[in-house]
């Protein structure tokens, strides 16, 4: 039975269990999950708290039936990280300035795009824990929980019993919500709802699955949304990835062939160090340590409106926003993290290279 852990996005091999303990590590993890230790040919999921070090961590539980027997993820999700807040997020402080002032807005919608553990949930419940007051009454409706906090009112979704994001979101608007948070929107209908929602004097956030902040616009059009919906409803998208930290224990200067820095057709200045890492003990051989974020943020401003009324596309919006807003793309975010020490070129190139 072989144990992984994924250490900053990466899966790394850790032990080995011997196969005739499998069954008791199996039954021991699904009844910390209170899951049904009889039933071996259905996947399942649950959640369970553990206390280590004096703090609380939440664990989600996904068992899969394969061919040798079965498959446990665990996911740790500890509330730690949402306590740094968005400035520890290690977005540049140009976009946490834009996100802060869109939030301040009383209503309206803030998407986050991005691929599957690029960070989305994690950005959202920063900026919800910031407005978590108590004279705001704020909603979530998710698939799963991620992260349990005090003062908000969570709703699991579960299809299965006909609970979707469309229902669920529209019960919630009869609950006189200043602030919802819909987990993903995956169809038209959650979609509708949502931005109808913003639309009546909610403030809105969500996530998408879309490579850029700009494609989130047009996707929306895809789904079926009127364009003038999605242009007055809009404040701002944010794209983000995550790329790995240099280890600050054996960060050490490295030399990059001028072949390479020709190719990135960014204007680097002369005697600019390069750092990468050695690797240690504390960063396991690997040379990096922790995340960051790198974001794109796009404003929706009356321009935009009118080019998404106009049915353009999203490479004109995007074109708009790097000429005449300054908009810095997912790849420029990542270069400047390159050149200020923080990660490296292979980082920049693993996370953004379809840029």
Not at 106 to 126: A, D, E, H, Q
Not at 190 to 199: F, N, R, V, W, Y
Request: glycine share 8%.
């Amino acid at each position: 039975m072989r144990v992984r852990y994924r250490i900053d996005g990466i899966l790394q091999d850790i032990l080995n269990i011997p196969k005739e303990n499998l069954n008791a590590v199996t039954i021991r993890i699904k009844i910390m999950s209170r899951l049904d230790i009889t039933t071996t040919r259905m996947p399942q999921d649950g959640r369970f708290k553990v206390k280590i070090l004096g703090q609380e961590v939440d664990f989600r539980v996904s068992v899969l039936p394969t061919i040798f027997g079965q498959k446990i993820v665990l996911r740790v999700l500890d509330k730690k990280n949402l306590k740094v807040g968005l400035n520890g997020l290690g977005f540049s402080e140009k976009a946490v300035e834009k996100i802060k002032e869109a939030v301040r807005k009383p209503f309206g919608m803030i998407l986050v795009t991005g691929p599957t553990g690029s960070g989305k949930s994690t950005t959202l419940y920063c900026i919800i824990s910031e407005l978590n007051t108590t004279d705001k009454n704020i909603i979530t409706v998710e698939d799963p929980v991620e992260y349990l906090l005090e003062g908000l009112t969570q709703i699991q979704a579960r299809p299965e019993i006909g609970l979707t994001f469309a229902s669920g979101l529209r019960s919630i608007l009869r609950q006189s919500p200043d602030i919802v948070m819909v987990g993903e929107i995956r169809d038209s209908e959650t979609a509708d709802i949502a931005i109808k929602a913003s639309l009546t004097g909610q403030l809105v956030f969500s996530t998408l699955h879309t490579n850029d902040a700009a494609g989130a616009l047009t996707r929306l059009v895809d789904m079926g949304i009127e364009p003038f919906l999605v242009a007055s409803s809009l404040v701002l998208v944010c794209a983000q990835r995550l790329c790995r930290k240099i280890c600050s224990h054996c960060k050490e200067p490295v030399e990059i062939p001028d072949t390479v820095l020709k190719r990135i057709k960014h204007e680097i200045k002369p005697r600019t160090v390069f750092y990468h890492g050695r690797g240690c003990d504390r960063c396991r051989q690997t040379g990096y340590l922790g995340r960051l974020g790198i974001t794109e943020i796009l404003e929706v401003d009356d321009t935009i409106r009118d080019m998404l009324i106009r049915e353009r596309s999203s490479d004109e919006i995007k074109r708009y926003s790097i000429e005449k807003q300054g908009m810095i793309t997912l790849w420029e975010d990542s270069i400047q993290k390159w050149l200020a020490g923080q990660t490296t070129l292979e980082e920049v190139f693993r996370v953004t290279s379809n840029e």
